[in-house]
Antibody
Framework: QVQLLQSGAEVKKPGASVKVSCKAS????????MHWVRQAPGQGLEWMGI????????TYAQKLQGRVTMTRDTSTSTVYMELSSLRSEDTAVYYC?????????????WGQGTMVTVSS | EIVLTQSPGTLSLSPGERATLSCRAS???????LAWYQQKPGQAPRLLIY???SRATGIPDRFSGSGSGTDFSLTISRLEPEDFAVYYC?????????FGQGTKVEIK
């Protein structure tokens, strides 16, 4: 079945970087755009950016420009999200989510989430 | 960016009752690129509605969406116990994609 499997929880110190993975299965990996969304504890959903696995092209939320990098490995059907210069406000659950329609669609499949805690 | 405002913040209802959730956009949402998601505690969001009114795969027909332009709504015709959750609207017609702040549907 179609699913996205994310890497496990991370604890990082302020100023460090974190890299979260999202492995896709059950569908043609390079045919669907992938988004990253985060959710701080008790808060709403925040869109972080999008990657097209076919060519690796990306668009990032302006707020995170310069700190976020999204990449992919087509040999393992995995996308990655790396966030640098971590601060306490980056503590959140990070989700990957598949775009159902060529980059301008709703998010039809979600990973289970990865908790990232930033604490000294 | 398009700001989405959901109302009410919390809706207290009993099983079997009808729920109507509102989502208002700060500017017109292109091509009705408006989605609704359900999120339960400790779980990822689940897509319910896309294109303002189309149900996603496997979503029961008690869920329906309507609206266009700047005003959208999600209706749950008869609440089942598993429907008590937080609901988010999202616009995906322009970048950045944005979400509303959520409406919690709780058991009265």
């Amino acid at each position: 079945q179609v699913q996205l499997l994310q890497s496990g929880a991370e604890v990082k110190k302020p100023g460090a970087s974190v890299k979260v993975s999202c492995k896709a299965s059950g569908y043609p990996f390079t045919s669907y755009y992938m988004h990253w969304v985060r959710q701080a504890p008790g808060q709403g959903l925040e869109w972080m950016g999008i990657i097209y696995p076919s060519d690796g092209s990306t668009t990032y939320a302006q707020k995170l420009q310069g700190r976020v990098t999204m990449t992919r490995d087509t040999s393992t059907s995995t996308v990655y999200m790396e966030l640098s210069s971590l601060r306490s406000e980056d503590t959140a659950v990070y989700y990957c989510a598949r775009d159902r329609a060529s980059g301008w669609g709703a998010f039809d499949i979600w990973g289970q989430g990865t908790m990232v805690t930033v604490s000294s | 960016e398009i700001v989405l405002t959901q109302s009410p913040g919390t809706l207290s209802l009993s099983p079997g009752e009808r729920a109507t959730l509102s989502c208002r956009a700060s500017q017109s949402v292109s091509s009705s690129y408006l989605a609704w998601y359900q999120q339960k505690p400790g779980q990822a969001p689940r897509l319910l509605i896309y294109g303002a009114s189309s149900r996603a795969t496997g979503i029961p027909d008690r869920f329906s969406g309507s609206g266009s332009g700047t005003d959208f709504s999600l209706t749950i015709s008869r609440l089942e116990p598993e429907d008590f959750a937080v609901y988010y609207c999202q616009q995906y017609g322009s970048s950045p994609r944005t979400f509303g702040q959520g409406t919690k549907v709780e058991i009265k």
